[in-house]
């Protein structure tokens, strides 16, 4: 149960965890835990998102392994779960866009993204992560915690960055400039 404080930005509900928490990726660490979690669940997508990713779909799959093009031409790359739209996982872990450098798995999407064959970077909710939202009459973000990401709370505190400065470009993806700025007003950092 959350007990925190909960700010409100132009009708965006942010919980106060967002603001405080020290958090910033440490891949090195965790080998990109948030791709590859065991759960029958993959990451929340919109129907905006699969229409996106279903036009640049060549391009990605040329980064990703047979066994997850295999998985993608088999069943798709999404599926619906509880009335929602999920990015499809091989064997309930990693998601099937994951492509790895060395042992760390990363995005294929984002990967084309970076390499200019692509312009949509990722789904929002893999962008935002470890920030969740969930609705509720609004957005409402959230910190969703997992134990992979515990180097990211370590590296966080080291580099002094909260997860609303991790996730700035996401954030700003999502909401704006003039909201970031008035989240990170309201934050006091």
Known sequence: MFFGKIID????????????????????????A??????????PVTEEEIEQINQILPIVKEYITEEHKN?????????????????RSVNNKACVFVY?????????????????????????????FPIRVAKFGGDILRYEKFGEC??????????NITIAEF???????LYGEKWYSQLKEKSGR
């Open 167 to 173: 996730c700035k470009d996401s954030l700003i993806r």
């Open 9 to 32: 930005i132009d009708e965006v509900l942010v919980r106060e965890e967002v603001l405080n928490t020290p958090f910033a990726c440490d891949l090195k660490k965790c080998k990109g």
């Open 150 to 159: 515990s180097p990211a709370l370590e590296n966080g505190k080291k580099l």
């Open 34 to 43: 948030c791709c590859t979690l065991d759960s029958e669940f993959g990451a």
């Open 71 to 87: 998985e993608i031409e088999q069943n798709g790359f999404f599926e619906k779960k509880y009335d929602e739209l999920l990015l």
């Open 100 to 128: 790895y450098e060395g042992d760390i798995a990363k995005c294929s999407i984002e990967k084309a993204y970076f390499d200019g064959k692509v312009k949509f970077r990722k789904p929002i909710s893999c962008h935002l």
